[in-house]
């Protein structure tokens, strides 16, 4: 999680959201926090094997940027009003306009980062 003017999201938050629609988990860049902060999120197959994460825009929006990343390596990144969809299987990573959420869960708890 990214903040360009290094005083957290002001109000936005990041929603990770599993197959069937119900939300996993929620987070955000505080503003004790600067302008970087990272959580981490699982992909359990077993809920399905793809999540969205989607981030909302907060009272200062074009300050908000984000990546997600699995072992190290990026597979999505955007900014507020976008989602990016993850999937066990290495699939997804797409990003596009909407609402907020991120994540990333797997049977082997592989660990990702925002």
Same mark, same amino acid.
């Not at 929006?61 to 993850?86: F, K, R």
């Given at each position: 999680?990214? $903040? +360009?003017?290094? *005083? ?9 959201? *599993? ?7 929620? #987070? +955000? %860049? ?9 959580? @981490? @999120? ?9 999540? !969205? ?8 929006? !074009?300050?908000?940027?984000?990546? %997600?990343?699995?072992?190290?390596? @990026? ?13 066990? $299987? ?5 990003? #596009?306009? #909407? ?16």
């Amino acid at each position: 999680m990214f $903040d +360009t003017y290094g *005083d957290g999201w002001n109000g936005a938050y990041w929603t990770w959201i *599993d197959n069937s629609g119900s939300i996993q988990s929620t #987070g +955000t %860049l505080g503003y004790g926090d600067g302008d970087y902060g990272e959580d @981490v @999120v699982c992909i359990w197959d077993g809920a399905g094997p793809c999540y !969205t994460f989607a981030v909302g825009d907060g009272d200062y929006p !074009t300050e908000i940027t984000w990546s %997600l990343t699995v072992d190290g390596e @990026v597979q999505a990144e955007g900014a507020y009003n976008e989602q990016a969809e993850v999937c066990s $299987d290495g699939s997804g990573g797409s990003s #596009g306009g #909407g609402g907020g959420a991120e994540e990333d869960d797997d049977e082997e708890d592989d660990d990702e980062e925002e």
